[in-house]
């Protein structure tokens, strides 16, 4: 449990460095991006390596209705993340979708992986991106992107359905049958 408490301490700090501790942050110039970009790839590889290594208490697990919400949530936070990446109409009216993907993504984790481990990781993960929320806030006011084309709409939705895909596959590969 100790690599995936380090991998969650490193990707948290790593993500909230440039809010907490600008003029440090800004001191490093272009290569803090690198600095950055090292300590949460580092961050990933703990967790992952933590999370796989690592047993805990079991309180709950899979039943066929958590996992419908689960991939219901799941398909919404994947298209939370393209709408944030192509600047769609939700774009435009959720100041944080991205973070929002994050907090369903962790939730949808959470109502199918009852154990302390996924507590630690997922629980971790949705309280970051709370946390993450009420900094980015608390920095000033929000201006929303300029409207994008109807196509762009598309453009999401379809890249929503190609990397929901791919994720379910590569947990599939993994061991972890993601429909059941």
């Known amino acids: 449990m100790t690599l995936l408490a380090l991998g969650l301490i490193l990707w948290i700090a790593a993500h909230l ?11 490093l110039g272009d290569r803090g991006r690198g600095i950055v970009t090292l300590a949460i790839l580092a961050g990933v590889v703990l967790m992952v390596i ?11 697990g899979r039943s066929p209705a958590l996992v419908g919400i689960n991939n219901l949530l799941m398909l919404i936070s994947v298209y939370l993340f393209a709408a944030a990446g ?14 929002t993907g994050v907090l ?16 630690l990781l997922f629980g971790g993960l949705g309280l970051w991106a709370l946390v993450e929320m009420v900094v980015i806030n608390r ?17 999401a939705v379809a890249g ?5 895909g791919a994720i379910a596959g590569v947990h599939y590969a993994l061991g972890y049958p993601a429909f059941g």
């Open 104 to 119: 369903l993504w962790s939730t949808a984790h959470l109502l199918v992986n009852g154990d302390t481990p996924s507590f």
């Open 86 to 99: 192509m600047k769609t109409a939700i774009a435009r009216r959720l100041r944080h979708p991205m973070l």
């Open 50 to 60: 933590g999370y796989r290594s690592t047993e805990g208490t079991f309180y709950w």
């Open 17 to 27: 460095f440039k809010r907490l501790a600008p003029d440090a942050r800004a001191g």
């Open 160 to 164: 929503t359905l190609i990397v929901y």
């Open 139 to 155: 920095a000033g006011p929000w201006v929303p992107p300029p409207a994008k084309p109807a196509k762009f709409e598309a453009m």
